[in-house]
Structures are given as structure tokens and as C-alpha cells.
């Protein structure tokens, strides 16, 4: 079985008692002293988001099954899964879309609930699909400058502008 | 607006007026909103960074979003001033301490905050002095709907406005009331305040420090529920509670004085008296020793003094604020020396009273 913080075996199994449901833990030696050493939520992800998410984990998931869901990545800003386990921050919105199977129970047992009834923006976004699109051209632009390709960075500006501009 | 013009005065939330001002400090409320079409910051690059800022600070002041905002461009700010900020509440310790694009746009009268680049695009904080949720949530509501009207923020239909964490999801908003509670503290029964609470999804910290003894005994109350309510029901859920601990608050200062009124009168007089005389003192000790004494005062057990002078000590002996009085920069010793001269020169003058006497 593989540590849930990081790609080494866990050879620690920790069984959590604070707060609702026992959770269990699987950590390396690295990780579970960290763990262990660690004042709560020291590393900034808020204690209820943390404690959702080990129960999350905890909850009938083989190492495979998690190593699987750990390597899928969102195709707009290209976070993994396991990276937003890690520092429990999101990448774009578009997160939230595909990663809604893994989310919503999270929403769910932080909030309890998975539906907005809130205020809505009073100009509601014309068109998301090409607001995502930006963020995921973007980022194309970037990589293709950083591998020196700019005949394509020169196609993603162009790209870029035109989606700017169908958004007015 | 320099910032300079901020060291002398105290803020809106030690102001020390609006409803039940003798335990609530402050209500502020704050919204998270990011914009559609860039990614989150724990993704942005550098480049979209600057992006993400440029936008927002152009919509912030097109949208003249409040009147007289200032825009501070935090990364190029010296690490004090922003300590400053930070102390002030203007901006959190993670704007503080973060690196790259950033920035706040910060009203005249220091009730609107507008943080850009903190752990989400955009940041909107407003606040006020005393008890005053339902206004702070109208001007709030308005600020965001005036910005709204330049950018677009991401949101969905289902989830609402999408945040960085998923902790803030759907309204984005935080609504949170500074309360101070040292009679509860003294009677042990603040643990029991915090856990009743928690069972109804409400969250409380210290002000400064960290662990549940909150220096100054100052508390944060605030709704850790972001998702599937309105926002009118998240100002009403913490509004409610308020009055609650109020009352618990003021019936543990009751049991004080009935108990043994010369204990707590000795007490607040020491607290005074330390103050008063000390040579050097450090910040924690300050906090603890104003924290009585402003008890004392709401009282009537120090005549001489005013609640917005003991407000105003409060945050003027704070690192920052003191080193920015100083027009110096002082290692902790000096500090401490300093604190002690500035406290004594406020406490021993005349009769006390606030500045204009």
C-alpha cells in the first residue's frame, strides 16, 4: 500500500479518534511523523477541509483505487487529484467539473449540502465553455514557449484572441 | 491616502462605537470571488498573476466600488507596512507573507478591504464597528454587484461562485463577529461557549495567537458553512448567536462582581497600575493587562478611562504599529521599552480621558 502524502509505502496505519467517525490513516514513516508532530491544519488547509478528506479517504478506497483516482488530472489547468489532496487548494473552476464524482461527497461533508441557493452574479457568464477554454490556452501557450515551439505559441495568441473576442 | 495617515488614528473596528460595542469589537463579512477565465493562484503563473491583478485593479477602480479607495500595491510594500495592514486587519498574514502580484484597495474610512491575489483572485471584506451585520452585509452585496458589472467571476449554476478551497464554495462568504470575552475567560467557561459552537457548524478563534487562549481575550466567531444557504441566513445564523454570548458574557461579569467585588476591582486596579509604571513590557503581557482594564471600564470600575483610549492602546502597542509611531525600526528589547514609555505617557496624562481633553 502506497502513503497518502506521497508516493512511498506506507508502513504506518493510524487510526484517528478526534472529532465523528474513526479514520484511518496509511503513511510513511516520513509522513506519519510529520503527521504526528504536526500542531492541526498547521499546513493551511482549513480543519474541516482536512478532516473531510481523510474521511473521504478512509472510506472503503484500495490503494489502487486511490492511485487511480490520484493520477487523473483536470485538462484545463492540469492539477492532479493528488496534488489538491496535498495542498488543498484547487487549480481552476473547471475543477470542480471534473473532479465533481470525488468533490461533491467532500462538499457535501463539509456543508452539507451540494447546491447553491445563493446570490447569482447579476451579468451571468455569458458563455463558461470559452471562459475555460482561455485558461487551458493559455497554459498551451506557455508550455509551447517553454519547449521553444513558437510556430504554436503564435497559433494559441491567435487562438486566444479570437475566443476574447466571441466573449466580448 | 498615505499610509502614514492610518498610524495615528485606530480603525474602524477599535473605534468602539455601534451596538453592543462593550463586547463586540467588530462584524465583518467577506465574499471570495474568482474570475472565470484564469486559473486558480495555487496554478497561476507568474504571468497570470500580474493578469489576474491588472484586471482587478482596474475593475475595482472603475467600478469605484467605494468612495476614496486606495490601492496598495502590496509586493512592493516594506515588510513592515504590511505588518502594519496586517495588524490594522486590512490585509491577512498570508497577503502579508505571500510572494509575487498583490494587492488591496483599501477605503478612507478603513471599512472596505478589496485583497487581490490572496488565496483567491479577489478578496472583499467589509467592516464594521460594534454589532452591524445586516449593514455590512447591504454595502458588501453592493460592492460586489458594482465589480461584478467589469468582470466576470466564476460561477456555476449548481455550485455557485467557485472558490480556490473547497471550504468557501457557493457564497464565498465568511461572516464573522470580534468579540471580547474576559469574564468568560475567568470563569473558566469560555471551553463550554466554544463547544456548543462547534455543534452548530459555527467557527471560533483567538484574535492573535494561536490555541484556544486568545490574547486579549478576543474571539472570532464566524459560519464555517459556505454552501446550500443564502446569505441573508448566514448573517442571521451568527447575528442570532451573538446576543447569546452577550448575555453569557454579561452574567459571568455579574457572578464577578457578586462573588467578590474587591477581588475584581484589585484585579482591574493592578492591571491599570502595571501599565501605568512599567519600564518595559512586552505584547502579550499588554494585551493581557488591557484586556482587564478595559473590563474594569465598562464597569465602572475606572472612572478616569475611555473605552476608545484603552481601544486605541490595543493596537497602537502592537509590533508594527509601534515601530511606525517610532518612524523607526526596533528589535524586540527596544520595543518593549518603547511600549512601556508610549503606555505610560497615554495612561498618566491629565485625567485619562481620550486625547482631546
Redesign the interface.
Known sequence: MKCQKCEKTATFHITELTGGKPQELHLCEECAREYLTQPDSSDGTPASLAGALAQQLAVGQTAADLARLDQQACPVCGITFFEFRNKGRLGCPHDYVCFEKELDPLLLNIHGETRHVGKHPRRSAADTDSQTQLIRLRREMKEAIAAEDYERASELRDEIRQVKEGTG | MELDELVRSSGEWLRGSGPQSDIVMSSRIRLAR?L????????A?E??RAEIERTLHDAVVKASASPHLQYLDVDKLAGLDRQFLVERQLISR?HAESEGARGVAIDAGEQVSLMVNE?DHLRIQVMHSGLDLEQAWEQI?HI??LI??HV???????????T????N???G?RVSVLLHLPALVLTRQIEKVFRSLQKINLAVRGLYG?GSQAMGDFYQISN????????SSLVKQVGDVVPVIIDYERRARSALIQESQENLHDRVSRAYGILRTAQTISSEETMHLLSSVRMGVNLGLLPDLEIPTVNKLFIHTQPAHLQKLNGAELGTADRNIERAKYLREHLNKGDGKSSQN
Do not use: V
Open positions: 474568482n472565470a477565465d484564469y486559473p486558480f493562484i495555487s496554478k503563473a504571468s497570470d498570508e488565496e452585496n460586489d454587484d461584478a458589472d466576470t467571476f466564476a460561477y456555476n449554476e449548481r455550485l455557485g461562485y467557485l480556490a478551497c473547497p471550504t464554495a457557493g457564497t462568504m494561536e464555517q458553512i459556505t454552501l446550500g444557504r443564502t446569505e
